[in-house]
Structure formats: structure tokens, C-alpha cells
């Protein structure tokens, strides 16, 4: 055999070798995540999503959490674009002040994709995709649970005191923002006092101490951002005396078990679902802009509208 031939022989056996390795045996993906924090239960169920999801595909994930603080994210983006990571992924504490660092990703060559949370920047192309739920569409559903309960007793008003997420948010600027354009023009429902309780069940609990010591009974209905919230405030409720969902309707978003719970206990009246179980959908997008193939610029989940009539039948089959 010449050397030639030998080379080509050999050539052939390594390119028919490489062919056959499976794909999950090559270099793995590698992916640096970026998390708020875990501030709820939905927070909680959404790191394990993603956790899970990344362990499945044989994707080497490397997970920062920001303990809810921007700087920190701004600090673990950097530290992932000076470890030469595949694709950036993040969930953003706050909407506004990323430029510089998504800049600096662009400029590494480094494609980053949102999930849960939007981010406002002057060049839309500093991220590749956003993967979540509409924020607006969430008030949105709150606010004409409450419409379609007020028809029911259309001689009453309401007054509504409002639980915010974390100031600057996303989630807390449109569920706001969605809850407010459904009842602007209904004079039966009026918010009387908004506050933000930071997304967490000590601080839902703080504030709506604080909304009863000022309003007493004149409150009606409590809107909560999100469960963790409600249920803290349910507790400060029962503690006044008075019966949460009944004395006061509460209305909330994410559709956690601890909701259903609460549901079931006849203390909560409605859970808008904001479905934290992203992970398989980043994986999979991250795994797409890895091998160049183009993506949604939005990709939104399905989710639901759960009042307490279908909790029981709807309990068994939450997975968070």
C-alpha cells in the first residue's frame, strides 16, 4: 500500500469514526445562566426546569444566582464572556440598564437569549430571542376574573389594594399595567392602595399588615403580582380577623401548588398560571443558535386561568 493510499484509508476510517460518535459525546454545549433568585416557589420550580432540562441534553450548565440584585447579574454575564461560554442565557432582576454588558457579549460573539423576564435596550439585536409568558396578558386575566365576579353583584363596588412585584421589574410593570387597562372604565373597581411586596411571602405579609392598619375594612379585594405574596398576605388576613376570599377576594398570578392549596382551603379565589418550566425550551433554543439556525425572536408558553371551582380537579396534576 502506497503512503498515499494509507493516508486516504486512514483519513476515511477517522471521518467514518468521527461520523459515528454520537453528537452528545463531541464537545457539550455550554451554557451560562444568569438567575434572579429564589424568591418564590414559582422561582424555585423554574431553576429546577432548567437544571433538569440542562442535565438531560448532556449540556454543561454553569448557574449564577443573582440573590436579587442587578449587579450581581451584570458580574456573572461578564465573568460567563470571559470564560468563553457557548450562549448566554439570563432571567433579568429589572428591565432597564443592560446595554453595556449585552454590548459586551455581542462584541464576544456570544449570543444571549431572555427567559421569563423582558429587557428594555436601544438595540434589539443584543439578544436572540426572549422565551416567557406576557406579563399583560396575566393582568389582563386577573383583572376580567374580577369584571365577570363584580357582574354578579353589579349594585357593588370594590376597592382594591394591589401587591407590586419587585420595582422595576417586568412582570410587576405589565401585570400592572394589564390589571389597570381592564378596569379603567369600570367605576365599581377602584385600586385604592399599591405597594410593592417584592415577589415574597414576608414582604406580601408586611405590606398588607400595613393596607389594613390604613384601610381596615374598606378594603375588598386584594391583587397580588404573584402567589408567594397572596399567601403571605393571607396570613395577615386571618390575623386582622377576617376571612380571606370572603371578606376580602384575592387574586393572584403564577398558579403554584401553594396556591391550589389555598384554593382548596377556600382563602384564595383565582391563580392566573404563569408556567415556570422553561428549561426544555432554553435548552433547545440555545442548542439552535449554537448550530446556527434561526430562532423566534419571542417564544411564549401556554398557560391558563385557574379559579377556585377547578382546584380540587386541577391540584393532582401541577408539577410546581
Not at 422553561?278 to 430562532?295: D, E, F, W
Request: with cysteine; aromatic share 6%.
Amino acid at each position: 500500500m502506497t503512503l498515499t493510499r494509507r493516508t486516504l484509508v486512514g483519513a476515511a476510517a477517522a471521518f467514518a469514526l468521527a461520523a459515528a460518535i454520537p453528537a452528545h459525546a463531541q464537545k457539550p454545549l455550554t451554557i451560562g445562566f444568569s438567575q434572579v433568585g429564589a424568591e418564590s416557589e414559582w422561582r424555585t420550580a423554574n431553576t429546577a426546569s432548567i437544571k433538569a432540562a440542562a442535565k438531560a441534553a448532556g449540556v454543561n450548565l454553569k448557574f449564577a444566582d443573582a440573590q436579587q440584585r442587578q449587579e450581581n447579574q451584570v458580574k456573572a454575564i461578564r465573568s460567563f464572556i470571559a470564560q468563553r461560554v457557548d450562549v448566554i442565557a439570563f432571567s433579568p432582576v429589572v428591565e432597564s440598564g443592560w446595554d453595556t454588558v449585552l454590548r459586551e457579549a455581542k462584541n464576544a460573539r456570544i449570543p444571549v437569549i431572555l427567559t421569563d423576564r423582558a429587557v428594555k435596550v436601544s438595540d434589539p439585536s443584543l439578544y436572540v430571542s426572549f422565551i416567557g409568558s406576557d406579563f399583560v396578558e396575566e393582568g389582563r386575566r386577573a383583572a376580567r376574573w374580577l369584571v365577570e365576579h363584580q357582574k354578579k353583584n353589579p349594585n357593588r363596588s370594590y376597592n382594591i389594594v394591589e401587591l407590586q412585584g419587585t420595582v422595576g421589574s417586568a412582570p410587576a410593570l405589565d401585570r400592572k399595567a394589564g390589571f389597570a387597562e381592564i378596569i379603567k372604565d369600570n367605576p365599581k373597581l377602584k385600586i385604592i392602595r399599591s405597594q410593592t411586596g417584592d415577589f415574597t411571602r414576608a414582604k406580601g405579609k408586611e405590606v398588607m399588615e400595613a393596607f389594613l392598619k390604613s384601610e381596615g375594612k374598606n378594603i375588598n379585594v386584594l391583587y397580588a403580582h404573584n402567589d408567594d405574596m397572596a399567601i403571605g398576605a393571607i396570613q395577615a388576613i386571618e390575623e386582622a380577623g377576617l376571612k380571606p376570599g370572603k371578606d376580602i377576594l384575592v387574586v393572584s398570578i403564577d398558579g403554584v401548588r401553594g396556591a391550589f392549596e389555598a384554593m382548596l382551603q377556600g382563602k384564595l379565589n383565582v391563580t392566573v398560571e404563569c408556567n415556570p418550566l422553561l428549561g426544555p425550551q432554553l435548552i433547545q433554543t440555545a442548542q439552535m443558535v449554537k448550530a446556527g439556525k434561526p430562532v423566534p425572536k419571542r417564544i411564549t408558553v401556554n398557560e391558563g386561568v385557574f379559579p377556585a371551582e377547578v382546584a380540587a380537579k386541577e391540584f393532582p396534576k401541577r408539577q410546581y
